[in-house]
């Protein structure tokens, strides 16, 4: 079923034209949905009004983090402020069962007397199934729903191999996204600004009922997912704040200031950079250096927008926008070039293009199961995956960079992508343990918990997804620390017990030095396991 443009013809005015806000879509700038909803209520003369179903049920099917949804809510918080500004109610309810969401929405759109539902679409199977319900619903009572492309840059559909398939390989679907970025005569600029809303007539407070829905504030939290460890609480806030402003800010610190070396402070990213200006944007810049410096996890060298992104407080129409600015030819132009820092880190946006295609055209990855089906009946340890899974992840595998890893995705709720890729493929490929226990817990770990890229990561690092690393290329984490963290600061400071080490020990330290300063020794020899992890995917199924 096509999800846009599935309304009724021909419809009376209704009384008021509604925004459904969803989690991935929290801003009020640059939002499609938004920005129709509210150019259709101008049109139409009627209020706008805003509202978002906090869905308790569907969190833990989703395996939401507490952090991710402290996270939404603080931004919540903020939208309506800004929304309030343009007297547009933002209403925030919470409802249960997950599966009686469509129903309760047409109710919502029964009392505000509303003909027109607008909404981003949401690319999962059971958001998906949601969205096709309450348009089935919306349909017998002639309110018209439309719903939009905004996540990606590029919507799924959009780039398709020559057979109008889905792309499974990450090269060539670069290569065929990056031409739609300069639309061809007559079509829509897939970068073009989303217009911001418009405001209500001041009015509307008066009105029996949708002046009421100014009074309904954001909970402080929803069942079962509150951070109640208020020293927790406070450090993944200062860590993330909410907000589009400080989004933009993170953005701007990270394509127009330099990174400051000699501090880490990897605990809170606002402290990372002093806005030094730059005396050549394209160099000096982090996103100048971002191509040679992004894997190094001991320094600030990546954006950290994830959460940002994940949660929708900015899009990603607007970094790439941002990094047009840099360009030095004078019609402004997408850098997408592999030369360039900003070139690199557009790819990576693209990644989160490509990851969120895969799930919309192959659903199956988000439903547990491996993209590569032939790789499904690989033989996961058993006796020692209780232990072992717990080592890792409380950050005592006795691998120092995995540990620091699994230790900064506790401390922030974000770890590097360099790191995860080492973590991942240990848990997986090392301790032989089934992928999607690693999937599950980064998704209630992280901030950023994003399905589409969560899922492509993890597959790509068990060699079960689309485009996954070969099987046999099986990292070794002790050379990838090396790489990753020459100067050993990134272990020393999320790993305390070995904060003295220096030199090479600080990878690997020595059998009796871990034991003196109270480290773990090792759960595994690495290359034993490689050779039981080679063995392994070779005979899917077999010891
Ligand atoms: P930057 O390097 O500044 O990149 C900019 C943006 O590009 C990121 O914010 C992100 O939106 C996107 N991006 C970068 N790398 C990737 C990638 N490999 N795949 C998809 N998008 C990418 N990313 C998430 O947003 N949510 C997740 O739940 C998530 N889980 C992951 C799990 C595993 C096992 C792996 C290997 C990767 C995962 N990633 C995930 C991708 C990546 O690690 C993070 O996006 C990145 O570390 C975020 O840091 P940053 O914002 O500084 O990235």
């Known amino acids: 079923m096509n999800l846009q443009n599935s309304g009724v013809k021909n419809l009376t005015k209704g009384d008021s034209i509604v925004y459904w806000m969803r989690m991935e879509d929290l801003r009020t700038r640059d939002n499609r949905a938004l920005a129709q909803a509210s150019e259709q209520a101008r049109e139409d003369h009627v209020p706008l009004i805003a509202f978002f179903v906090l869905s308790p049920h569907d969190y833990i099917a989703h395996d939401r983090s507490a952090r991710r949804i402290d996270f939404t809510l603080r931004n919540l918080r903020c939208i309506r402020s800004s929304l309030a500004e343009l007297h547009v109610p933002l209403y925030t309810t919470t409802h249960t069962p997950r599966t009686n969401i469509p129903s309760y929405v047409l109710s919502l759109l029964n009392e505000w007397n509303a003909t027109r539902l607008y909404a981003n679409i949401e690319y999962e199977v059971d958001e998906l199934r949601r969205d096709i319900k309450v348009c089935e619903l919306a349909r017998e009572k002639k309110v018209a729903c439309t719903f939009v492309h905004d996540k990606c840059i590029i919507p799924p559909g959009k780039v398709l191999t020559k057979g109008e398939k889905g792309y499974t390989v990450y090269s060539p679907f670069l290569r065929a996204w990056t031409p739609h970025l300069t639309p061809s005569k007559g079509e829509a600029d897939p970068l073009a600004y989303a217009p911001s809303p418009a405001a209500n007539s001041p009015s509307i407070h008066n009105h029996p009922v949708y002046g009421k829905l100014f009074d309904q504030s954001v909970p402080d939290e929803v069942d079962g997912f509150s951070l109640q460890d208020t020293e927790e609480r406070d450090r993944i806030r200062t860590c993330w704040p909410a907000g589009e402003d400080a989004a933009k800010e ?5 394509v127009n200031t330099m990174a400051r070396s000699e501090q880490m402070g990897a605990v809170n990213p606002l402290s990372n950079g002093a806005k030094v200006p730059t005396k050549s944007p394209t160099k000096d810049s982090r996103i100048g250096k971002y191509k040679d410096a992004r894997d190094k996890v001991d320094a600030d060298t990546t954006s950290r927008l994830s959460p940002y992104l994940a949660a929708g407080v900015i899009s990603a129409r607007e970094c790439i926008r941002a990094t047009m600015q840099l360009s030095a030819s004078k019609a402004p132009k997408v850098d997408v070039s592999r030369e360039t820092g900003s070139g690199r880190w557009v790819q990576e946006i693209a990644w989160r293009d490509f990851y969120t295609h895969v799930v919309a055209l192959f659903p199956r990855v988000s439903m ?7 790789l499904s009946s690989i033989k996961w340890e058993a006796d020692t995956a209780g232990d072992h899974l717990q080592a890792w ?20 709720g974000w770890m590097h992508n360099r790191v995860r890729m080492v973590a991942a493929m240990y848990l997986v490929k090392d301790l032989m343990i089934d992928w999607r226990l690693g999937e599950k817990h980064f998704m209630e770990t992280l901030i950023d918990g994003d399905l589409a890229s969560n899922n492509g990561g993890w597959q790509w ?17 002790y050379t990838q620390s090396q790489k990753a963290d020459p100067t050993g600061d990134y272990i020393r400071y999320f790993v305390p017990e070995l904060a003295n080490v220096r030199g090479a020990d600080i990878h690997n330290p ?33 010891e």
Do not use: C, W
């Open 393 to 412: 992840k409380d950050g005592r595998t006795g691998v120092p960079i995995v540990d620091a890893g699994m230790r900064q995705a506790l401390a922030m």
């Open 461 to 477: 690092s068990a060699s079960t997804g689309v485009d996954p690393a070969p099987y046999f290329r099986i990292f070794n984490p």
């Open 510 to 542: 020595p059998p009796a030095l871990a034991d003196k300063l109270g480290y773990p020794r090792p759960l595994v020899k690495h290359d034993e396991a490689r050779q039981r992890a080679i063995r392994r995917y070779k005979n899917p199924g077999q």
């Open 368 to 374: 547990g199961r491996p993209f590569q089906e032939k």
């Open 250 to 254: 993170i953005l701007e610190r990270f």
